[in-house]
């Protein structure tokens, strides 16, 4: 079985630009959490969906965005990024987050703004 | 609002020591508590858990984990490190009541000496 995966692995963007990264979760999960991680830091959490609906938001501006699709992928956006935005974005996958099944995380893609 | 301290940022130990990384969290409520480890260049993997139960939790890899209520901890040990082990290692909590938001502390990074 796959795990979670996260495109792409890397990229490099502009200070303003605009920015989207994409997950697939485990097949049969259901929930897809976002997290930043600025190196040297733990990770942080940004969004939280289930069942395609947000069930919780953590402490980020309004630059940051997410959505989930009807086959439980998930998309994160970052809007006028800026230099503090670069770092590695993880997205974890579980089954049903209501009854703490384990998070399952993906390898994260590596956010460069330059 | 929960918190996680995670009281040594680096530890450096020699193959087949014994070791332990210490985590101290803050919660005003029951909580749940994890550690993940974190290997260059990729995703976290769940090393264990406690939910509830049996405070001395196992874990894969040989590690194991006491949780102190009384004290607000949950160390993770080792009695025989080796070189694989080299990791970043990260202690979180989570809310039994929310939907899995993880608070994760700074991480530890553990270097094993030959």
């Known amino acids: 079985d796959a795990g979670v995966t996260q495109s792409p692995t890397h990229l490099i963007k502009t200070r303003g630009q605009h920015v989207t990264l994409r997950c697939s979760p485990i097949s049969g999960h259901k929930s897809v959490s976002w997290y930043q991680q600025v190196l040297g830091q733990g990770p942080q959490f940004i969004f939280q969906?289930?069942?395609?609906?947000?069930?919780g938001r953590g402490n980020f501006p309004d630059r940051f965005s997410a959505r989930q699709f009807p086959n439980y992928s998930s998309e994160l956006n970052v809007n006028a990024l800026l230099l503090g935005d670069s770092a590695l974005y993880l997205c974890?996958?579980?089954?049903?987050?209501?009854?703490?099944?384990?998070?399952?995380f993906g390898q994260g893609t590596r956010l460069t703004v330059v | 609002a929960q918190s996680v301290t995670q009281l040594d940022s680096q530890v450096p130990v020699f193959e087949e020591a014994p070791v332990e990384l210490r985590c101290n969290y803050s919660s005003s409520v029951s909580v749940y508590l994890f550690w993940y480890v974190q290997y260059p260049n990729q995703g976290l993997q769940l090393l264990l858990k406690?939910?509830?139960?049996?405070?001395l939790v196992k874990g894969i890899n040989g590690f194991e984990a006491e949780f102190n209520k009384s004290q607000t901890s949950f160390h993770l040990r080792k009695p025989s490190v080796h070189i694989s082990d080299t990791a970043e290692y990260f202690c979180a909590v989570s809310d039994p009541q929310g939907a899995q938001k993880l608070v994760f502390g700074q991480g530890t990074r553990l270097t094993i000496n030959p």
């Open positions: 974890a996958s579980s089954f049903n987050p209501l009854m703490n099944t384990e998070a399952f």
């Open positions: 969906y289930y069942e395609k609906e947000e069930r």
């Open positions: 406690y939910l509830s139960g049996s405070t």
